[in-house]
């Protein structure tokens, strides 16, 4: 009990100490483990009935009918199950006499202890614990403890790659080829009855601890397993462990090869050897993404979580995928990439591990295709990111969604929800600022500005009229309000993107002149094209009134019902539902930061004033408890600008927790990464007020009061920089400040 | 040799002597095999890369996005393996030294022989047998006896339920629960994604002719098996029996219980029962249902086949399912009920199985619901049938279809494609002509011909200028042509729906005056209502031509470019395809029987000079090589009402062979049931010129020149009568007829 206590206590420890097979689907997701190539929800080995266990591999995508593209549910590599004297352990069977799952953030295992009295009255301990490697993305390993506590018998493992996964009702997978070279390892060749990408998981299997282990191979088609059999003495501990190595043909061109070939390097390795890489792996990786909050260990741990989640499905080995919208943890927009990947996800990697951001922006230009593909098709220029991307680059958002069955949803969004652009001309920036990496820039970097540029003046409008710049019949971030003109978020992000772009076109020219040259011969960037650049930029329209420092969402936002969430309240579902699809447009209320997302991203720009009159304004209209998961982290990262910081953390908490704690009632289905990465920036940007200097970094803390003290790292241009703020008063502008830089 | 040629030669076999793997699929659709209750494809026990595995039970469906619903795909009951000396048989491993298939039509049951050699090189002797039951509509049974040839070893077998079904690429089924009893007992108990339906399979396994039979069972996750191991001697015989039972929760509550329990009824008669009794069962039904062509063994047997096909997809047992589209043996829309089921698919079960024949009609009074719930919807009252119809009875046509990956193609039919209610109006007067059938017609039939009329009426407009009645915006039977008015295939069919209606309410309020004031109450049939059916009937127009004897397809349809197919040929796409979307319906080019379908389904009345006039307009218009499938058997009728006896052998003949030869190229998928019943009725009511009579019927026969002999049989009004007509001459109208009446 002492140990559960530690555990429960522990800032690097998500626990649970009963198992509520109620929200079995919720803490699937909550415990789901990874390492960026693959992802893998917290099932149990064994399953249980209406359990979801999902693995998934980064940009391995399927095409679909309607929804276009899904990220698929790849063959279980988990599956291990045990038999006590030929019973088959199953939770929702026999007698849980005790149970206990650990998430250690720390090293990314998952440990689930178990005593379980079987039906025929035979009890056992159990304790599972897993691992995909962080050393070695092809690498899972699972172990699995058996001890009888009250009887001597027989306990058979069967280990195996169970083929039958399905993806929210749909198959993606046919069998290719399986085998078992010698009754202890099983592989499994798959192929994608679309013919997308081929998958091969191989699987080693050995169970120690007993003198008469009798392994045996059952070619079941679909499912290849090998079962272990022995006897076991009460009180004496069998061990088994399955080590699997995956490869898909995004991978190489012999998935089946690579995945055999490289199960014999990773046994020859050995379990402990595989758990030390993993940690040290682990340890590099703490060492740069640490947050920790002393006073405060709900929050402290929570952020964590947020960290975790966020590194566990990161793309640190691939520059062809970015971050999915859900995370490695389930399904939600068939998990695409959307503009959560750049505004909410990439701060983290961009300051604490560059080298991951960069293959996110990598995943950008190397899919400039399809988004030039997606800008000519709506008559423009440049590049238009797709809103759902996969791993091929093309516009996948589905043009309708079944509703009820039968019905269809039209989505008319494509063509004006267009800001997610700026998003990414707004996260190369961000890697530039942070990191300096002039190569990146000189090879894709400035590219990529220039494309997105050029897709913004050929969408800007001139209004001759008002003598003014404007972007019409677009959504901007809040989605309760759809074909509206100038939107601020996107004519600002737009206008800012351009000047960026003028920027580092500028610096490319002064620096690599010829790269310059060839670059606007590339992109047909005439004289007349940068004049209209300049244009744009000092005559684009946001709609800003400079007595009471408000910007207007969107032309005519100020004009429509004015009505406040708490007139609402107390109420549990959305604000969309409250007001209908009619009443929604007609009215102020918001789904989530729109306005106060441009004041997030842009902070530098706007001064507190500004600041502080748009949040009080927006904060009331939005619906920050059932809207969008984006909203509650930018809400708290402007409140704690503003020196508001018990708002700030009220909606920090509830940013923190969201996924925890199932706060927004769909946790069953996946993580919400934005909310994760948002978490994140509110504690960093919002209050740390950390931000770039012309000469390196400052602060300008705005810490809750029963903070006591919070360091975090950030990668500087190469250099580690450990700061560490005190909170020293009542007042949080109060705050201690030290600091000391690491070479890199 | 001398057997083989016996079964290539005889009238009662489809056969194969050799495995081509490039026309696998299309070979499973031919060789499918079932009883009514199941269908399933002729794939391979073992299983075969590429293949399609499918077993449909009747009514079936399962609830899909887009498509609304689709016929499931059930857990493969079939799943039989043999292990030779460890190594397992599978036909493109090893050598395959000899082959053959054999479905014999007689008795359902589909034979395979082979002789294969395994990659070791013991060479052995292979025979499979299996047939669904036509006497107990739950049961499969299948048997594989094994010979070695030149070796003694050991043969294992493995016998299962696999779970793992994909239907098109969707999982359907969850696993529920499964075990086995005893070894050699396994069940499987399922249940949709959607909760729709469950299902059980159980099945029973014995091996017989060795002495050292061992058995095991496998608790595979969704797929229980078990295995059978026996050594056997070069030259001795192992024979394996599987039986099978299957139960829905369409049939009862509990289908696990009924599956298994009478699994145990099944077992205890055996093998040999339960196939004399299948046997006594089509001796039956090929009593009445076959047909007999001396002088044409090409003719003869491929009519036997397409007979054949339609009396294992039918109605048998069950007043709620109707004909799919499909029948059992794949998807297609996805194998929903269409127009097809009536006026194609009905006529050979209501002149020779009346019983299945009105399970089918009762299908549709079952789903009158539905129907109203449909004509309400699109403003009309009565009955409006879907054109895509389920168990549910509600209108199942998807709004859109996915074209490639991406692209939604709009379905705008479902409003204008109303013509198939006529049909059913058109089946029950069939059905009571020929059977007299006054207590269906008191309970269920007039209501039917009632709603059909209202729903006529409800959707016919008055043209005052022209002073008559209208109906339009429609799509006739040719779908090449969208919107159109005054379509004379649905004007008259309305029309004469509405008169038979009248008659038949006129029948009831004279025979039984209490009925026919509870169905006048019930559908609001006042005198007004009454009244505008009468003018209706003299009023509505259909465009006539009385000097040519031409009628136009729809207003306008002569104005149309007056293009020929010939001018196209050769050619081996449609003619859609080569005109495209706007070309097609600015041509006279129709994709199938439309005037011409008018006059097949109501040949008596019109005079031949009328139905000359219009075959000879129409044919060289219509697409009868890559339209539609129903296209050539009903031209094959009318060309042999007019005389065109050479023409109409042509189109026959394209019918008739159409799934055995794949001539559409798409068999793989499936059979084309409209295919198959129009191909009966083209012998029957185009050759034969069989037409009931006021006293009983007449024969009118124009065979071809080499057809000797045609003999048939009809069930009229409860007897059966035997019908044999000589072909005499060279003459075709110069034939002898001989007549036997049996009572029922």
Not at 171 to 199: I, K, N
Not at 427 to 441: E, K, L, P, R, S
Not at 549 to 561: A, H, N, R, T, V
Not at 637 to 651: M, S
Request: glycine share 6%; aromatic share 12%; with cysteine.
């Amino acid at each position: 009990m002492k140990e559960r206590k530690e555990h429960l206590e522990s800032p690097w420890h998500i626990s649970e100490n009963s198992f509520n097979p109620s929200v079995l689907r919720a803490q699937e997701t909550v415990f789901t483990t990874g390492n960026g190539y693959c992802g893998v929800r917290g099932s149990f080995e064994e399953g249980y009935p209406g359990d979801n266990p999902t693995t998934m591999i980064a940009g391995v995508y399927d095409k679909v009918p309607l929804e276009n593209s899904e990220m698929a549910n790849v063959p279980n590599p988990l599956y291990l199950v045990l038999y006590i004297n030929g019973e088959r352990f199953r939770m929702d069977r026999g007698e849980l006499l005790d149970y206990s799952r650990i998430l250690n953030m720390k090293n990314g295992m998952l440990t689930r202890t178990v005593r379980w009295r079987s039906p025929e009255g035979d009890t056992v301990d159990l304790a599972f614990e897993r691992f995909a490697s962080l050393a070695d993305p092809h690498c899972i390993a699972i172990k699995c403890s058996a001890t009888p506590v009250d009887f001597s018998g027989t306990i058979e493992f069967r280990s195996g790659i169970y083929g039958y996964m399905v993806t929210e009702g749909r198959c993606h997978w046919r069998p290719c080829d399986q085998g078992s070279p010698d009754r202890q390892s099983v592989y499994l060749h798959t192929a994608m009855l679309s013919g997308e990408f081929e998958l091969c998981e191989a699987a080693q299997f050995t169970v120690d601890g007993a003198q008469d282990v009798v392994y045996d191979y059952c070619d079941c088609d679909f499912f290849p397993f090998t079962t272990a059999r022995a006897s076991v003495r009460k009180g004496e501990t069998i061990t088994a462990q399955k080590l699997v190595s995956t490869f898909t043909s995004r991978d190489t061109a012999g998935p089946q090869e690579a995945a055999r070939s490289h199960l014999s390097v990773v046994c020859t390795k050995g379990y402990d050897k595989i758990l030390s890489e993993n940690n040290a792996r682990w340890d590099q990786v703490w060492d740069r993404s640490n947050i920790t909050i002393e006073g405060d260990d709900e929050a402290d741990r929570a952020v964590r979580y947020n960290i975790f989640q966020l590194l566990i499905a990161a793309p640190w080995n691939d520059e062809k995928v970015s971050f999915a919208v859900k995370t490695l943890s389930g399904l939600g927009y068939r998990n695409h990439v959307l503009w959560e990947a750049e505004t909410c996800m990439s701060s983290l990697f961009i300051c604490t591990q560059p080298e991951v951001a960069r293959n996110a922006l990598m995943y950008r230009y190397h899919t400039l295709d399809g988004a030039r593909k997606k800008a000519k098709k709506y008559g423009c220029k440049g590049a238009m990111f797709p809103w759902e991307g996969d791993h091929t680059g093309d516009e996948k958002i589905p043009s309708m969604v079944p509703h009820h069955y039968g019905e269809l949803i039209p989505i008319p969004f494509v063509k004006c929800q267009i800001h997610n652009t700026s998003g990414v001309g707004w996260a190369v920036m961000q890697y530039w600022n942070y990191t300096g990496d002039d190569d990146f820039m000189r090879e894709y970097g400035v590219e990529l500005l220039v494309e997105i540029a050029r897709f913004w003046s050929s969408r800007s409008t001139w209004n001759e009229h008002e003598k003014r710049y404007e972007i019409i019949d677009v959504i901007g971030p809040d989605e309760y309000h759809w074909h509206v003109n100038n939107n601020t978020y996107t004519n600002y992000m737009a206008k800012w993107n351009i000047e960026q772009a003028r920027a580092a076109l500028s610096w490319l020219e002064k620096e690599f002149p010829e790269k310059a040259e060839q670059l606007k011969q590339r992109c047909e960037l005439t004289k007349a094209t940068l004049q209209q650049w300049n244009d744009i930029i000092a005559l684009m329209y946001w709609p800003y009134n400079t007595v009471t420092g408000l910007m207007e969402q969107f032309d005519g936002y100020f004009s429509m019902k004015n009505t406040l969430i708490a007139e609402y309240e107390p109420r549990s579902i959305p604000m969309s539902v409250v007001l209908g699809l009619d009443g929604m447009q007609k009215s102020q209320i918001i789904k989530q930061a729109d306005v106060i997302m441009l004041c997030a991203l842009l902070k530098e720009r706007f001064d507190p004033k500004t600041l502080r009159a748009n949040y009080e304004y927006y904060a009331p209209r939005t619906d920050l408890t059932h809207g969008s998961a984006m909203a509650p982290p930018f809400y708290a990262l402007v409140a704690a600008r503003c020196g508001k910081v018990d708002e700030a953390y009220r909606h920090f908490m509830h940013a923190a927790r969201m996924d925890l704690d199932d706060l927004k009632g769909d946790g069953e289905k996946a993580l919400h990464a934005s909310c994760l990465g948002g978490t994140w920036q509110a504690v960093i940007f919002g209050f740390c007020g950390f931000q770039l200097t012309e000469d390196g970094y400052s602060t300008d803390p705005n810490l809750p009061k029963h903070w006591k003290r919070i360091s975090f790292t950030c990668m500087l241009r190469g250099k580690k920089v450990r700061i560490a703020i005190d909170n020293t008063g009542m007042h949080s502008r109060n705050c201690k400040h030290s600091q000391t830089t690491i070479g890199a």
